[in-house]
């Protein structure tokens, strides 16, 4: 897909970081964007800023966790659109260092229903009228870490596999539509995923942390989702760390633990 103009696109997550850049650059290259997110303030910001400089755009307080809030979203949605050309699954949560034995039931039920789930239920519930479309995408979110495992980090990887491995099969059963289907394993990108997480300990730390690894700036993270769906790549890779992160996995399929296991201690404790 070369051109956004007049293109509906539907982008989850989008108050702020890649979801926020994302409905900035699509609406300047004249979409029209229709936004979901849990925070109704940073959602209308965004919104309201692309409203101003002549863009069109549309805000819904959705819940990505929550299947009836997304059904009802679609029946509305569709009642008054018609159809959509684009949807960026981009809704995400976090959970700071922890390890699974610690982890709180209803807090490994959320991560899973946000990150996995979302996924699965907005796609799900646009799938028929992207596949009608002449020309459709479908773009979901995992990471880096749905290609590595990673330790104090079970659930978040759980999530983030699924959605990897969701979207992989997911385009082999649409390779004879009109659907290209994108997996997109960020690196460590500069959005407020850690502050808004849920932490047991050590939360500043934690964002610290995050924050020393997070290399590649959201709105420069839009731009590469964007030029990747020009292009019609299947799997965008996004910052140097992601591009080394894939090939170690790829090179050390077993053994990689081993390796980011010494790069993380050299790096964080000291």
Known sequence: MKNFKDKKIIITGAGSGI????TYQLA???????????????LKETEQEVISKGGKCKSYVIDSGNEQQINGFKEKYLAEEKY?????NNAGMALGEIELVEVKDEHLKKIIDVNMWGVINFTRAFLPTLISRPEAHLVNISSVFGIIGVRTQVPYCTTKFAVRGFTEALRMELSDTNVT??????GGIKTNI??????????EKSVNQFDDAAITSAEDAAITIINGIKKKKE????????????????WFPVKYSGVFKWIHEKKFKK
Do not use: M, W
């Open 235 to 250: 799997k965008i890779l996004i910052g140097a760390d992601a591009y080394f992160i894939d090939k170690v996995a790829r």
């Open 19 to 22: 979801g926020r850049h994302l």
């Open 28 to 42: 300047a290259e004249g979409a029209e964007v229709f936004i979901t997110d849990i925070n109704a303030q940073s």
């Open 84 to 88: 959509v050309d684009v949807l960026f």
């Open 194 to 203: 850690a502050r808004n997480g849920i932490h047991y300990k050590n939360a």
């Open 181 to 186: 289907v994108s997996c997109v394993p960020p």
